[in-house]
């Protein structure tokens, strides 16, 4: 595709529930990483990739949140035992090398809201 | 410890002045700096980047400075359009290596016709 895409949009699950989201990068992109946003904040780093491994999960807040990208291209980021406070947006983003020397590409995110 | 700071969370002006941005950085010595604007609704997008030897760097109508002495960038619109109205993200690179980008709160920018 010609950018990163991003499943569901929006996503409302119930307290306690299991959740998925999917990032689909841009391809031949070897870095992908994950961010939430939660509103009037900036995105706030949760886990980055290179290839197939994850080459910094420092930021995910809790063993609740794991992401895996298992070829190297599409991404899910799973989130057990949802709480409230995990409604947020989630963002990924792809780019050719590491972010710092390059640009990323975002997606538009995917909106969790946790009743 | 580590903070990013955008001076403002939202600036007004008036159609074809210049918006000046601020970011200022503690405790990082940052390789690269980035800006990214975001509108509602959306993911951000990637607008200037300017590594930690260059002093200003320009795109049409933005202009970006970046002091690693005061550990400040400057990101400017000048003739600003309400087009341009969104937020706009400041984000480093804490290093040359593969690292992650650490964000701003960003700052709303809302040009008024």
């Known amino acids: 595709g010609a950018g990163v895409s991003q499943t569901p949009s929006n996503k409302v699950t119930e307290k306690g529930k299991y959740v998925e989201l999917r990032c689909d990068p841009i391809s031949g992109h070897t870095a992908l990483y994950w961010y939430r946003q939660s509103l009037g904040q900036g995105p706030e780093f949760l886990i980055y990739?290179?290839?197939?491994?994850?080459?910094?999960d420092s930021g995910l807040p809790n063993d609740r949140f794991f992401a895996v990208r298992p070829e190297g291209s599409v991404s899910t980021l799973k989130i057990q035992r949802t709480e409230r406070g995990d409604s947020a947006v989630y963002l990924c983003?792809?780019?050719?090398?590491?972010?710092?020397?390059?640009?990323?590409?975002f997606g538009q995110g995917t909106r969790l809201t946790v009743v | 410890s580590q903070k990013i700071e955008q001076n403002s969370e939202a600036l007004n002006i008036q159609e074809g002045k210049t918006a000046t941005l601020t970011c200022n950085y503690t405790n990082y010595s940052p390789a690269y700096l980035q800006w990214y604007r975001q509108d509602p609704g959306r993911g951000p997008v990637f607008l200037l980047l300017?590594?930690?030897?260059?002093k200003e760097k320009r795109k049409e109508r933005l202009k970006v400075t970046f002091d690693t002495t005061l550990k400040q960038s400057l990101f400017h619109i000048t003739a600003s359009q309400p087009a341009d109205s969104a937020t706009y993200l400041c984000a480093l690179a804490p290093n040359s290596g593969n690292t992650p980008l650490v964000f701003g709160k960003g700052t709303r920018l809302s040009v008024i016709a």
């Open positions: 300017i590594r930690e030897n260059e």
């Open positions: 983003a792809s780019s050719q090398r590491s972010t710092g020397k390059t640009e990323a590409f």
């Open positions: 990739f290179q290839g197939t491994g994850a080459a910094d």
